[in-house]
RNA sequence: GGCGCGUUCGUUCAGCGGUUAGGACGCCGGCCUCUCACGCCGGAAACACGGGUUCGAGUCCCGUACGCGCUACCA
């Protein structure tokens, strides 16, 4: 009781951190900061032919995008080296280890024989029997040999937090590799060696490291350092139901940051795949989280990974989110675009109108800039060809479009309200219903048939730009017809601004 | 092949011996409405199969099937 928690997400830098590993290193913090534990850190970076310095920055760039703040200095596996070779030392001095000599081709063929026969055994190397001298008289005789570990007779049996007790046959273990030929250690020592003297307590992690427990027990068993609790946390899969790996788009988490995924909705999603705070709640903020989160919440069954819902769950964090920080987020795609030319200079005021009025109807930040393009500027064309043919069809229309203008010309303030009230005025006196006059209103506005409140939007872009945009499209009208015939499917409709 | 783990709507998460098997995403229909969203209301949709145990089983046990994982001198 007295111990505090102590986990470790430990990722090799092998590739980009996506969304299995970004789950397992929220479940990992999640529980160390919901019982007042740590959360470290652990580069497992034993592998330097495929490990890659960029890869480690962006696991820690994704790492902290979550908010997944980690404590202590990030452990580097590859400067720990000298400590795990301590380590198969004393195993080999205890005779829970020995040197095996059995070339590696030799090896091969006993454990192929033995497949081939059945599998039930694994493989038992034929030196483990050699005593300590004639061991240490080949090994000063230069002859190479790795070091196994010597699996004892009695079966392993582990508790884990999420599948109860698991238990394993001695017999099928194989005397497992705690050091190469080449004297470098395996992965089986270095995690056990690391996770004894970080003092790990709770070892949460994939579910495909279950078989690798027991050999990992033994470890610390003949090492007589305690053993930490495990949670085996279910694999997440992809549509096709395979475990998710790097080949199917875009799975690494910087990726989805790009998208405009919010982090929040990510660790919501996340969260919830997997793990259930038992009734059925499913937004989840991380304090939510963190006050909920228990290891027996976690599911046993692998789920698959349902992007449908993330971008639902990331609509709806988006609309809770206060204006600013949307802002804030659209920045640099809004300073680029004006750069670009796309958008122009002088604009900026509008944005925040803009994602004040989109907000609720996009999924990603970006949506707000690409739909409401007419928010900065005049619409070009019409691209809406069923809404132009729908709505633009009535032959007065023209004429009440230039009227709506000069009718809100002489308006003296103009807002949401009035240029409401302005319009259902005029209606009335035509008596026609409002939507005669409100579509082609938003058509001439915005270029487009769909989008929010027509007053709100007249609201944010103000007078002038109405106006301006009421007689362009009464013009173009008169111009090309009611409806406006605005040519084939597959050629540019004509300019609104001839 | 062997060993391990798993199996409730298409997907996800509830259910922890007695329920009309519930919520959410998606799908379909309706309401709201100036359109599109949002929101609200409603609908279709699941306990893999077979044996037990029990008065009673989605819930407990065994088997079968299927899926996934591991089976590296990778991590």
Redesign the pocket.
């Given at each position: 009781m007295s111990e505090t928690v102590r986990v470790r997400f430990?990722?090799?830098p092998?590739g980009y951190l996506h969304i299995g590993g970004a789950r397992t290193a929220i479940f990992n913090y999640l529980y160390a900061r919901h019982s007042g534990g740590r959360f470290l850190l652990r580069i497992?970076?034993?592998?330097r032919?495929?490990s890659r310095r960029e890869y480690e920055q962006d696991i820690l760039a994704a790492l902290a995008w979550l908010g997944l703040e980690w404590d202590e200095e990030p452990l580097r596996?590859s400067a720990r080296i000298s400590r795990h070779r301590e380590m198969v030392d004393a195993l080999l001095e205890s005779g829970a280890a020995f040197r095996?000599?059995?070339?590696?081709e030799k090896?091969?063929r006993i454990?192929q024989a033995?497949?081939e026969?059945?599998?039930?055994?694994?493989?038992r190397s034929p030196d483990r029997e050699l005593s300590a001298k004639q061991s240490q008289a080949r090994a000063d005789a230069g002859e190479?040999?790795?070091i196994r570990f010597r699996i004892p007779t009695l079966d392993v049996s582990f508790h884990?937090a999420?599948?109860?007790?698991?238990?394993?046959?001695a017999h099928?273990?194989?005397d497992?590799?705690l050091?190469?030929?080449?004297g470098?250690?395996?992965?089986?020592?270095?995690?056990v060696c690391d996770d004894s003297d970080m003092g790990i307590t709770h070892v949460i992690r994939?579910?495909?490291?279950?078989?690798?427990t027991p050999k990992q027990v033994l470890l610390y068993q003949a090492l007589a350092a305690p053993v930490p609790e495990f949670a085996?946390v279910?694999?997440i899969?992809g549509?096709?139901?395979?475990?998710l790996?790097k080949r199917h788009g875009a799975q690494a988490l910087t990726e989805y940051r790009e998208q405009g995924y919010l982090p929040e909705a990510v660790l919501s999603y996340l969260s919830?795949?997997?793990?259930?705070?038992?009734?059925?709640?499913?937004l989840f903020t991380r304090d939510q989280l963190l006050e909920n989160f228990t290891l027996?919440?976690?599911?046993?069954?692998?789920?698959?990974?349902?992007e449908?819902?993330?971008?639902?769950?990331n609509?709806?964090f988006m609309?809770q989110q206060p204006d600013e920080r949307l802002q804030q987020m659209l920045r640099r795609e809004f300073a680029r675009r004006i750069m670009a030319g796309e958008i122009p200079h002088g604009t900026g005021p509008m944005l925040a109108k803009a994602v004040n009025v989109l907000k609720?109807?996009?999924?990603f930040p970006i949506d707000i800039l690409d739909k409401g393009r007419y928010f900065f500027t005049d619409p070009e064309l019409i691209e809406d060809r069923k809404?132009a043919k729908k709505r633009l069809k009535d032959p007065a229309t023209p004429d009440r479009l230039e009227e709506l203008a000069n009718r809100y010309e002489k308006l003296s303030g103009f807002d949401e309200h009035s240029s409401?009230q302005a319009l259902r005025e005029y209606a009335d006196e035509l008596e026609v219903?409002?939507?005669k006059l409100?579509?082609p209103?938003?058509l001439a506005v915005s270029g487009?048939?769909?989008?929010?409140?027509?007053?709100?939007m007249l609201g944010a872009l103000g007078k002038e730009t109405v106006m301006r945009r009421l007689r362009t499209l009464a013009r173009f009208l008169r111009e090309h017809g009611t409806p406006p015939d605005l040519g084939d499917e597959d050629t540019d409709p004509p300019k609104l601004t001839a």
């Open positions: 430990a990722p090799s092998t497992e970076d034993t592998d032919r495929r596996q095996c000599f059995v070339p590696l090896a091969e454990k033995e497949m026969r059945g599998g039930i055994n694994a493989f190479p040999f790795a884990d999420v599948r109860g007790t698991v238990s394993t046959p099928t273990i194989d497992f590799i050091m190469r030929r080449d470098s250690p395996t992965y089986m020592t270095a995690v994939g579910a495909d490291h279950i078989t690798n085996h279910p694999l899969l549509p096709d139901r395979k475990r790996s919830t795949l997997g793990w259930s705070s038992g009734d059925d709640r499913e027996a919440g976690i599911n046993k069954a692998s789920a698959v990974f349902d449908q819902k993330l971008e639902w769950m609509a709806q609309s609720t109807r996009a999924h809404a409401e219903g409002a939507g409100i579509h209103t938003r487009v048939g769909s989008g929010p409140s027509l007053f709100a």
